[in-house]
């Protein structure tokens, strides 16, 4: 079975720059997050959808920062324009919609903003 | 309010030998539990969970944990390490809603 898969893996790009990173969920799963990860702040919860709707995005860090999921088996999150605060790893993961089920992640897209 | 508590930030265990890393939860309500892993440039991979079924769980590649709930604890155990173990594990609970509350991790060295 496919899992999460997120593209790109790895992107590199100038500060200032739009950034669009990309999520296909497991199908049939009905809720969606984007996490960050860095190694001062841990995993970060961004925003959740559930089916296809934006639940929570108060970890969204400002309004630079979007996110859409135009149908079920696609989600985008976006810099605009990005800084090099914004560095770190950009993880998706979907889930069932069930309470207590685990989310399953994606391997994630590395993000550099020089 | 709920959340998860990882004991040890970093474990070094010799190849062989068990392992033990510690999970405490705090919680009004029954949770859920999970433990994961995640090995260098990868996602994180789910290793067992906890659903309020067995209260020993066994997940993958040998590891199991344990739910006391008098001790509030979801301790994750495996009897020998290998050298492929060494990586973060995560202590997670989900406690009545589809978010989850991620512990902080513990880095598991394995030394030859």
């Known amino acids: 079975d496919a899992g999460v898969i997120q593209s790109p893996r790895h992107e590199v790009t100038e500060m200032g720059q739009e950034v669009t990173l990309r999520c296909k969920p497991i199908?049939?799963?009905?809720?969606l997050f984007w996490y960050r990860q860095t190694m001062m702040r841990g995993l970060e919860l961004l925003i959740y959808?559930?089916?296809?709707?934006?639940?929570?995005d108060s970890g969204m860090p400002e309004d630079r920062f979007s996110a859409k999921m135009p149908n079920a088996s696609f989600s985008t999150l976006k810099i605009q324009p990005s800084e090099p605060r914004d560095s770190a790893v950009y993880f998706c993961?979907?889930?069932?919609?069930?309470?207590?089920?685990?989310?399953?992640f994606g391997d994630g897209t590395r993000l550099s903003i020089l | 309010a709920q959340s998860v508590t990882q004991l040890d930030s970093h474990v070094s265990v010799s190849e062989g030998t068990p392992v033990l890393l510690r999970c405490n939860y705090s919680?009004?309500?029954?949770?859920?539990l999970f433990w994961y892993v995640q090995h260098p440039n990868k996602g994180l991979q789910l290793l067992l969970k906890?659903?309020?079924?067995?209260?020993l769980v066994k997940g993958i590649n040998g590891f199991e944990a344990e739910f006391k709930k008098s001790e509030t604890s979801f301790h994750l155990t495996k009897p020998s390490a290998h050298m492929s173990d060494a990586a973060e594990y995560f202590c997670?609970?989900?406690?009545?809603?589809?978010?989850?509350?991620f512990g902080t991790g513990t880095r598991l060295t394995i030394i030859p």
């Open positions: 919680s009004s309500y029954s949770p859920s």
């Open positions: 993961a979907s889930s069932p919609r069930t309470v207590g089920q685990p989310q399953h």
């Open positions: 959808f559930n089916n296809n709707v934006p639940i929570d």
């Open positions: 997670v609970g989900g406690f009545g809603n589809e978010k989850l509350t």
């Open positions: 199908s049939g799963h009905n809720s």
């Open positions: 906890y659903t309020s079924a067995a209260t």
